[in-house]
């Protein structure tokens, strides 16, 4: 049978300790054992079913995290406070003083961040390559490889990696195949393709209430449970843990997903398709002019779409951020960063989200002062949202006033 996310998700039946229809909310840090020789065990690693204490495990964390690992296709996932708190301590496990990564060079800026500037202090290097070029990506691994990390969709210039490709040069090289796929939730499913960890900041689309952080690593239960284990696990060390309460409330929003996704992928393809034919520079992966397009279709679960998310680049940082307290003016989002809300929310990269990253970098990689990234929301009437969208652009001159 096809692979289907959302089913998958849906298919996993919980019940409350009191045959509630949520699970109850575990509300401990810490748990009893009926003997000493078990805590022992559990320490060792060898009592499965037990709960030790909440930074390590909790039944609210884990409902979640087999929901996404459900949601991924993988054995388990660990879900933690942040999408920072999950994408660290993955890259800290897998690699030790010496080795090397290979990153793509358009990826979140914290992440870019983390690599550049927090990495090499532990002696871990990374080559930052153009994703997109297999060949380039192949060239810049060396003996000293250990991973190749990637966006699924890249954050903010919607560049799409070609995951089963790099999946064959990982195993070709021996290296783990790590994808943040936060861009693209139930769209793309990068284990199925081939990726050894799939990663999510659940902070976006996927909890879609902009309420709180969050973050999740899919993945085998072996390598889950090296992340989690107590003398030398990431996770569990650098303690970015998920409160309970909080886990039960993300599970609760991942299961209207589905529908949001959808919505999101439909207004953002009907925005990006207007735009394009008024004569923006817009990027969209579901436009034919997208040069990844044909890769993504693909790729993707079809009925979930090309995802919410589209940039425009209107000239200048000037008329972007004109433009940007105007629309926030009308009522049609906020000028906020972050995204998967059901309110559009747009922000200028170069000097935000991705500010990390050195300006001669950005001019490289193409990442332009004029260019806005928008999540677009969950609106109801997209073409009413477009009207005033292009009422904006013939005000600030960024679209001339065509008699329609
Ligand atoms: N990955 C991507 C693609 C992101 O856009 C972000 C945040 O913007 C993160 C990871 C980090 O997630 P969090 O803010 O939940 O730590």
Redesign the pocket.
């Known amino acids: 049978m096809k692979f289907n996310p959302a089913s998958n998700i849906q298919d996993l039946q919980y019940f409350g300790e009191f045959g509630g229809v949520n699970p109850s909310i575990s509300d401990s840090s810490t748990y009893t054992f009926l003997s000493a020789k078990t805590m022992f065990d559990t320490f060792e690693g060898n009592a499965d079913g037990c709960y030790l204490y909440s930074r390590h495990t909790s039944p609210s964390n884990l409902y979640l995290g087999e929901a996404l690992a459900a949601m991924e296709g993988t054995e388990t996932a660990n879900v933690s406070a942040?999408?920072?708190?999950a994408?660290t301590p993955v890259l800290l496990q897998l690699c030790k003083s010496g080795d090397h990564i290979v990153s793509s060079r358009t990826?979140?800026g914290?992440?870019y961040a983390f690599l550049k500037n927090f990495t090499p202090r532990f002696h871990i290097e990374t080559s930052f390559v153009d994703i997109t070029k297999l060949d380039v990506v192949e060239a810049a691994i060396t003996p000293k490889t250990k991973v190749l990390y990637c966006?699924a969709v890249s954050?903010p210039l919607l560049e799409v990696a070609d995951i089963a490709g790099l999946a064959r040069i990982a195993k070709k090289y021996n290296l783990q195949l790590v994808v943040?796929n936060?861009?693209s939730p139930l769209s793309i499913s990068p284990a199925k393709l081939g990726a050894d960890v799939v990663i999510h900041?659940?902070?976006?689309f996927i909890n879609g209430s902009s309420d709180t952080?969050?973050?999740v690593v899919c993945g085998t239960q072996a390598f889950i449970d090296q992340l989690r284990n107590v003398n030398d696990g990431a996770s569990m060390l650098l303690g970015s843990t998920m409160d309970s309460l909080r886990a039960a409330s993300v599970l609760k929003n991942l299961r209207t997903l589905h529908i949001r996704m959808k919505q999101h992928s439909h207004n953002a393809a009907y925005l990006a398709q207007k735009f394009q034919e008024d004569g923006l520079k817009t990027v969209y992966p579901g436009l034919t002019s997208h040069p990844s397009h044909e890769l993504f279709k693909s790729m993707m679960n079809e009925e979930y779409g090309f995802g919410g998310m589209l940039t425009i680049d209107v000239g200048s940082s000037e008329k972007a951020n004109q433009l940007m307290e105007l629309m926030q003016q009308r009522n049609l989002g906020y000028l906020a960063?972050?995204?998967g809300f059901y309110k559009t929310l747009f922000s200028a990269p170069g000097t935000s989200?991705s500010s990390e990253i050195p300006a001669e970098e950005q001019a490289a990689m193409g990442l332009t002062d004029g260019l806005i990234r928008f999540s677009i929301g969950l609106d109801n009437d997209i073409h009413r949202t477009y009207t005033i969208m292009r009422e904006c652009m013939h005000e600030l001159h960024i679209l001339q006033p065509t008699l329609v």
């Open positions: 942040s999408g920072m708190g994408i990826i979140y914290g992440t966006e954050n943040d936060t861009f900041s659940l902070t976006k952080v969050g973050g960063v972050s995204l989200t």
